[in-house]
């Protein structure tokens, strides 16, 4: 009997799954479909393969011929996956609720269809497996303490457990599903938002960053985190935050993930103990679009070299710092920044940072498996923006990135040890 099998049926989203075809007739070509609905959006992905003279297929051993995905690639059909026709351009793939997990339909089709195809087509077998961010081991504890806001997730019990603050960009709100990761690989993840959240601001017009302390203490005094330091795992706009954190108040941050990061203040204002740090601005002139009517915000912030005094990021002062860069990155010149970043940490003789840089890849640097966004609407600007990176060379690097930040957060997260060189025995 013709049948597609899938396991682990339930697992984390950096998970690899098998998935394996058995009982089809030797030689013909089968279509592979996943599809997983979402409140407002459905995503999918499809292969296309040749039965061999078992009548079997291997995600880990047959290529798939065409599709969402070529090639042999075990979790193609979950990271290629594209939104399904019919809805409006530019859907980007965001587990808003992670306390439900995702449904994933597996499904085999004669003959090698496209995605309009599949739409109607009927299946010749199908199955179903579960998804989840959040593990059955972790509880959320939701966070009104103060001005902070937020969730905590974490591995039930008393611990203690590594202190780990998460934060986005631009979008604003509470997005939950790297600190749900977190927490299911042991960590203490606040989701720490900052604006467009409850009785929060809902934009950035200032920032203060006692708020971003007042949260690092709270986290801190809990009875559940390890004492040592917190860490702080960041990415785009909220990279800027994270990095001032770890430099204006370095004792209470023992660990700094910059994802798709800045080397300077950019955008809005921001102050800290009565102190105005200078910002470089964004310049919505020089937005571009390009000949696929795509939005490109790439050269909108002021270059580098024009940032005024204060401005500049002084991660020298920080303790451990651990920076992704895609080096295909279309929304922010993350690869300037970064190369400027280097060059005066040399200049002063640091080496308390690691600066991994990865060329195909884009902007959204996160956990594997699931969905990749290329482009997608961006509320910020009213347009569907380039992200940049190819799907393949951008998968390559979400794998390789995140057992990278699980091992530096591990390792540097409550230790309240350095490896930098300190500048004061050099000033």
């Not at 959006?41 to 047959?62: K, T």
């Not at 690092?216 to 909220?238: E, M, R």
Request: glycine share 10%.
């Amino acid at each position: 009997m013709a049948a597609i099998y899938a396991a682990p049926t339930t697992t984390l989203t950096d998970e690899k799954v098998q998935i394996k075809l058995s009982g089809f007739d030797p030689g013909s070509k089968v279509t592979v479909r996943s599809f997983l609905p979402e409140p407002g959006l459905h995503f999918e992905a499809h292969g296309h393969f040749v039965v061999d003279g078992n009548g079997e297929v291997s995600m880990e051993q047959n290529p798939s011929l065409g599709g969402t995905y070529t090639d042999v690639e075990p979790m193609g059909l979950f990271w290629s996956m594209t939104q399904s026709p019919g809805q409006k351009l530019g859907l980007r793939f965001v587990k808003k609720d992670v306390t439900i997990p995702m449904q994933i339909t597996l499904s085999v089709h004669k003959g090698h269809l496209d995605i309009s195809a599949l739409q109607t087509d009927a299946p010749i077998a199908k199955t179903q497996i579960q998804r989840t961010y959040l593990s059955s081991d972790v509880e959320i504890i939701k966070v009104r303490s103060g001005k902070v806001r937020g969730k905590v997730f974490k591995p039930k019990g008393p611990g203690p457990f590594k202190g780990v603050i998460d934060m986005f960009g631009g979008a604003g709100g509470l997005l939950a599903y790297r600190a749900a990761l977190l927490a299911s690989r042991g960590f203490a993840a606040y989701a720490l938002p900052y604006f467009r959240y409850e009785d929060l601001p809902s934009s950035v017009g200032q920032v203060e960053l006692e708020y971003f302390e007042e949260a690092t203490d709270w986290l801190q005094s809990q009875s559940f985190v390890q004492p040592g330091g917190i860490g702080v795992c960041a990415v785009s706009y909220g990279t800027v935050l994270g990095a001032r954190m770890a430099t204006e108040f370095p004792e209470k941050i023992s660990a700094c993930v910059s994802i798709s990061g800045c080397s300077a203040n950019i955008t809005v204002p921001m102050s800290y103990k009565g102190r105005d740090i200078p910002y470089l601005n964004f310049d919505y002139s020089r937005m571009k679009t390009t000949e696929a009517g795509l939005v490109n915000i790439y050269d909108m912030i002021d270059p580098l070299e024009t940032a005024p005094a204060g401005a500049l990021i002084e991660f020298e002062k920080a303790q451990n710092l651990l920076f992704f860069v895609g080096m295909d990155d279309k929304n922010l010149p993350a690869q300037h920044f970064i190369d400027a970043t280097e060059k005066r940490l040399k200049a002063l003789g640091c080496n308390n940072y690691e600066i991994v840089r990865y060329p195909g890849c884009g902007h959204l640097i996160e956990p594997p498996y699931a969905p990749i966004t290329l482009v997608s609407y961006y509320k910020a600007v009213d347009g569907v923006i380039e992200w940049g990176g190819s799907l393949r060379e951008h998968q390559r690097a979400l794998e390789h990135h995140w057992p990278k930040l699980l091992q530096f957060l591990d390792k540097h997260v409550g230790s309240q040890t350095t490896s930098r060189q300190s500048l004061h025995s050099k000033l």
